[in-house]
């Protein structure tokens, strides 16, 4: 009598909504690397929100004094919703994605960096000294990890000022995928 094979394990359903983890941190911290390298191990696309805020037009207007373009926050949303609708995994990288709406974003990944390396980073990048002390003291305060919670984003914190240990990217992937 042959024996029929039966699997156990259920099959895997289409997602009701796509998987959208928000990577968001001070400028320097990291929150770069980790996004790449967390979306090629979850096989996710990655999107750079900065460029395609600048992209879709998303400029508030440009402080000379910063010399940085203002982007509006509260249309980050607006402009990969249509990304989407294709109910796959993504990884938003930006020191804005918290403002994407909790609702939509599956987990809230923020980077952190010690003072000490944050400003050797920002001096590498060739940041003025005024925009290095602006990012070293949102970096002190947790602007991006405070702003994340009080959205009421479930929120990962990851110390990004080493490199990060293939331990730390299994811990964050059991996270995700519970």
């Known amino acids: 009598m042959k024996r029929s094979k039966v699997s156990i394990v259920p099959k895997r359903r289409r997602p009701k909504k796509?998987?959208?983890?928000?990577?968001?941190?001070t400028p320097g911290t990291?929150?770069?690397?980790?996004?790449?390298?967390?979306?090629l191990l979850l096989n996710a696309n990655y999107l750079n929100l900065n460029k395609l805020?600048?992209?879709r037009g998303l400029k508030g207007g440009f402080d000379r004094q910063r010399k940085v373009?203002?982007?509006n926050?509260?249309?980050?949303?607006?402009?990969?919703?249509?990304?989407l609708r294709?109910?796959?995994?993504?990884?938003?990288?930006?020191?804005?994605?918290?403002?994407?709406?909790?609702?939509?974003v599956s987990f809230c990944i923020v980077a952190r960096c010690d003072l000490k390396t944050l400003k050797n980073r920002l001096k590498r990048r060739k940041y003025a000294?005024?925009?290095?002390?602006?990012?070293?003291?949102?970096?002190?305060?947790?602007?991006?990890?405070?702003?994340?919670?009080?959205?009421?984003?479930?929120?990962?914190?990851?110390n990004c000022s080493k490199q990060i240990p293939k331990s730390?990217?299994?811990?964050?992937?059991?996270?995700?995928?519970?």
Do not use: M, W
């Open 18 to 25: 796509p998987f959208l983890i928000a990577i968001t941190g």
């Open 30 to 39: 990291g929150k770069t690397l980790l996004a790449k390298k967390l979306s």
């Open 53 to 55: 805020a600048l992209k």
């Open 69 to 71: 373009y203002i982007i």
């Open 73 to 83: 926050e509260k249309g980050l949303y607006r402009v990969i919703k249509p990304l």
């Open 86 to 104: 294709s109910l796959k995994a993504y990884v938003a990288d930006s020191h804005l994605s918290h403002h994407l709406p909790v609702s939509k």
């Open 129 to 158: 000294p005024r925009k290095i002390a602006e990012n070293l003291e949102a970096e002190a305060l947790g602007i991006c990890l405070g702003e994340a919670r009080e959205l009421g984003h479930n929120v990962i914190e990851i």
């Open 168 to 178: 730390k990217f299994i811990q964050i992937l059991r996270q995700v995928r519970t």
